[in-house]
């Protein structure tokens, strides 16, 4: 008796059964065959079993940002340095601008003491007439 259903042991064929072997081998088993460029010819591919090569190593992610055209360290000592002159030129400026306000102040408090000290003075006043005499003919004449 068969192991199958009734309604299909009608189709069963009667006769010997086929012979398997001792060993099945199935699908998933078996090391895949994989084809690789040859090392000595790149136009041709050779056979070799996956279980042979070794795995891939997927490359770290590089960082693609543009890098600065001048280096950030070097950028704030330079900015340090124009700041540091900007700063001293200025500072002399205004040191220059007080020297120079107090040698005004000096000066000028001097011609108030010498304008206090300078006592009676005398007014005298200069008067000068000059006349000029032009005659028709080119000839002139000077009076003092």
Not at 16 to 26: C, F, G, K, Q, W
């Amino acid at each position: 008796m068969s192991a199958l259903p009734e309604q299909y042991q009608r189709f069963a064929q009667p006769g010997p059964r086929p012979a398997y072997p001792a060993a099945v081998e199935l699908r998933d088993e078996a090391d895949p065959i994989v084809h690789v460029p040859d090392p000595y010819d790149p136009n041709r591919s050779i056979e070799v079993r996956r279980s042979a090569l070794q795995p891939a190593v997927r490359p770290e992610p590089r960082d693609l940002t543009p890098q600065p055209l001048f280096d950030p360290l070097a950028q704030r000592l330079a900015a340090g340095g124009v700041l540091g002159a900007g700063v001293g030129w200025g500072a002399a400026q205004l040191l220059t601008a007080v020297a120079g306000a107090g040698a005004g102040l000096l000066a000028f408090a001097l011609l108030l003491l010498a304008a206090r000290l300078g006592g009676a003075r005398s007014v005298t006043n200069v008067r000068q007439e000059v006349h000029n005499h032009n005659s028709w003919w080119g000839s002139s004449s000077t009076e003092l």
